[in-house]
C-alpha cells in the first residue's frame, strides 16, 4: 500500500513561518496530484493547496500569498511553507496524495495529520 508521513507542525507565534513536508512511501507506480488540507475544531476540512506532477499549483483563497506548494518528485514529497501565520491559522494540517499503484489504477491516500497552532 501507500504511506503518507507528514512532518513540520508545531506551536509558532502570529508573523513567524513554519514548513510542513510530507513524503510518500509503498507501492508506487506514479503520483499525480498532492495536496494539504487542513481542519480546524468544529469546521470543514478545507483546501489548502494543491499541486500537479507538472507543478501547476492551486491555492485557497485563505492562503492566497503567504502560503507556497511544492514538489519534489524523485522524493515523492511534496511541501507547503507557510509564511506570516495567523491565528486563524491554526488546524491540523493533512496531506493527500492521488497515487496509482499500478498503471491507470489511481486512489487517494491521506497522511496522519500534522497539528499547526498559531499564538497571538
Known amino acids: 500500500q501507500v504511506q503518507l508521513v507528514e512532518s513540520g507542525g508545531g506551536l509558532v507565534q502570529a508573523g513567524n513561518s513554519l514548513r510542513l513536508s510530507c513524503a510518500a512511501s509503498?507501492?508506487?507506480?506514479?503520483?499525480?496530484?498532492m495536496g494539504w488540507y487542513r481542519q480546524a475544531p468544529g469546521k470543514e476540512r478545507e483546501l489548502v493547496a494543491t499541486?500537479?506532477?507538472?507543478?501547476?499549483?492551486i491555492n485557497g483563497d485563505s492562503v492566497k500569498g503567504r502560503f507556497t506548494i511544492s514538489r519534489d518528485n524523485p522524493k515523492n514529497t511534496v511541501y507547503l511553507q507557510m509564511n506570516s501565520l495567523k491565528p486563524e491559522d491554526t488546524a491540523v494540517y493533512y496531506c493527500?496524495?492521488?497515487?496509482?499503484?499500478?498503471?491507470?489504477?489511481?486512489?487517494?491516500?491521506w497522511g496522519q495529520g500534522t497539528q499547526v497552532t498559531v499564538s497571538s
Open positions: 493527500n496524495a492521488i497515487v496509482a499503484t499500478m498503471p491507470f489504477k489511481y486512489d487517494a491516500y
Open positions: 509503498g507501492r508506487i507506480f506514479n503520483i499525480n496530484t
Open positions: 499541486i500537479t506532477s507538472g507543478g501547476s499549483t
